[in-house]
């Protein structure tokens, strides 16, 4: 291990202003954990971008190095379950927003934070997925578990330019399901969604226009909806009956207003999504599946930057921006691409 080495560190000072920049870590800096790892890569989530920002609200302690995705080799382990020379990766969980984590050369984790690499992904492609892909991926069983068929009708994915959106697009669309795209890019980007996957591409306008009453015409067989907001409401009263509604985000804003109808007329389901807690079993379960018979080529093939330390700064700020299309990876063992 070497005697320094770079992170990306945030740091809140005495007037309460947060200011991030990479400096040279030490292995002594590095908080507790039984697994200490060489990372190779990380990728931008749009939390890892309100890491930086003072009004974030997600970082617990500083000072701290983003980063909620990570993947590398086991340098040192005193846990049962890794050994030196493992190859492992980590979404969810502390890292990024109250524990060290991706952005670094070397990472210390606690190991049951951490995922086998799959023998389908490389680190990189794990980092491509990462936590928005995970995401795509619980959306996606929540539908099969609640027994959503290709056959039952259109899977609508809002935000579909975005991580989740695009990776459950390349998903959904390799097992079969008719997607429909709602983004606020469409002009921009109708022939990525296409080549990811998607038969339909509608505006955000087209997809949380109000519907007259209670209920709606039955439109979505499912809806992959990493968005929520006053529109999740409007999506509810589109879904035919034995439908089912996964929502995972809150970039629409949080609150929404509806009524039971939809629940008790037509029978549907509405399943939150969460990528952070996951337990375990389910955990690798997905992880499994994502470097196997799930695992989105179309994504991996077409939406993909890789960056290095000194470009950080501007991706998180496009992330922020919404200005992000598809998934960023952080090559942390390059200094420069």
């Known amino acids: 291990m070497e005697n320094t080495f770079p992170a990306y560190v945030v740091r809140k000072e005495q007037d309460g202003e947060v200011k991030a920049s990479i400096e040279q870590l030490r292995k002594e800096d590095l908080p507790n954990g039984d697994v200490t790892l060489q990372v190779q890569y990380s990728s931008v989530n749009y939390k890892d971008g309100l890491a930086t920002i003072e009004k974030?609200?997600?970082?617990?302690?500083?000072p701290i190095v983003p980063g909620i995705d990570l993947a590398g080799t086991v340098e040192e382990s005193v846990s049962g379950r890794f050994a030196p020379g493992d190859r492992v990766i980590s979404t969810g969980y502390e890292p990024g927003v109250s524990h060290f984590g991706g952005y670094s050369r070397y990472a210390r984790l606690r190991s049951e934070w951490l995922v086998p690499l799959p023998p389908g992904l490389s680190e990189k492609e794990a980092m491509a997925i990462g936590t928005?892909?995970?995401?795509?991926?619980?959306?996606?069983?929540?539908?099969?578990?609640?027994?959503?068929?290709?056959?039952?009708?259109?899977?609508?994915?809002?935000?579909?330019?975005?991580?989740v959106g695009s990776m459950a697009i390349a998903i959904l669309a390799k097992l079969g399901y008719e997607v429909t795209?709602?983004?606020?890019?469409?002009?921009?980007?109708?022939?990525?969604?296409?080549?990811?996957?998607?038969?339909?591409?509608?505006?955000?306008?087209?997809?949380?226009m109000p519907a007259k009453g209670a209920l709606g015409k039955q439109l979505w067989a499912g809806v992959v909806d990493p968005v929520g907001g006053s529109a999740l409401a409007e999506r509810l009263k589109q879904i035919q009956y034995g439908g089912v509604v996964?929502?995972?985000?809150?970039?629409?804003?949080?609150?929404?207003?509806?009524?039971?109808?939809?629940?008790?007329?037509?029978?549907?389901?509405?399943?939150?999504?969460?990528?952070?807690?996951?337990p375990m079993e389910r955990r690798e379960r997905l992880w499994k599946l994502l470097g196997g018979e799930w695992k989105p080529d179309r994504a991996l093939e077409l939406g993909?930057?890789?960056?290095?330390?000194?470009?950080?700064?501007?991706?998180?700020?496009?992330?922020?921006?919404?200005?992000?299309?598809?998934?960023?990876?952080?090559?942390?063992?390059?200094?420069?691409?």
């Open 56 to 62: 974030g609200g997600v970082v617990r302690e500083y």
């Open 181 to 208: 795209a709602s983004t606020g890019k469409k002009d921009k980007q109708e022939q990525l969604l296409r080549d990811l996957g998607a038969s339909h591409i509608i505006s955000r306008e087209e997809a949380d």
């Open 246 to 278: 996964a929502v995972s985000g809150l970039t629409g804003g949080t609150a929404f207003e509806s009524t039971v109808l939809p629940f008790i007329l037509r029978g549907i389901q509405l399943i939150g999504i969460d990528s952070v807690y996951c």
């Open 304 to 337: 993909i930057q890789e960056i290095t330390w000194d470009q950080l700064p501007q991706t998180l700020g496009a992330i922020l921006q919404g200005e992000a299309v598809g998934r960023t990876v952080v090559n942390t063992m390059e200094t420069s691409l």
């Open 132 to 163: 928005a892909g995970f995401t795509a991926a619980l959306s996606v069983d929540a539908l099969v578990q609640a027994g959503v068929t290709p056959e039952m009708g259109k899977i609508l994915v809002t935000g579909a330019t975005g991580g």
